[in-house]
């Protein structure tokens, strides 16, 4: 099953994640995905994520996404200004399995990757992971609902 097609999925990136996030747009595209818009940076020059991420945060917790996805070097910089918004749960995934437990226990709706510590093919399992995996609810949502 493609659970890609009907989402309407938000990315953002600085320099560093530049190539890996134009490497992620194409494989959603050719999935189907309804919806994908990419907040920037829009090239390898040094910048700053905070400057690209607020913008995305916004857009999702308006509803104007389902999802978003981040990336930055290390994946961190770019999750900690996403988790600055209430209704943001940016989780920072380097492996499918983490990428499955941001779904099932966190209902993480941002996927945040470390763009220099993994290759292309495993970002896009986790990708494939992270947007397979339904949040499993009950004992999750009543931590959810006390961050
Ligand atoms: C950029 O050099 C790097 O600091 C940034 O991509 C990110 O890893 C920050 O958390």
């Not at 996030?21 to 920037?40: P, R, S, T, V």
């Not at 209902?107 to 993994?118: E, T």
């Amino acid at each position: 099953m493609n659970h890609l097609k009907h989402l309407r999925i938000a990315i953002c990136n600085d320099h560093a994640g530049y190539d890996l996030k134009n490497q992620i747009i194409e494989y959603l595209e050719g999935k189907g995905a309804e919806k994908i818009k990419d907040f920037g940076a829009y090239s390898t020059e040094s910048c700053d994520y905070p400057d690209f991420a607020h913008p995305m945060a916004s857009a999702v917790k308006k509803g104007e996404f389902d999802y978003g996805i981040s990336i930055c070097g290390t994946g961190n910089g770019i999750s900690m200004v996403l988790n600055k918004h209430l209704g943001i749960r940016a989780a920072l995934c380097w492996k499918p399995e983490i990428a499955a437990l941001a779904r099932q226990h966190n209902d993480a709706n941002v996927l945040s990757m470390p763009a220099r510590f993994i290759t292309e093919s495993e970002a896009l399992d986790i990708v494939d992971t992270f947007f397979a995996t339904e949040f499993e609810g009950g004992r999750h949502q009543t931590r959810i609902d006390k961050i």
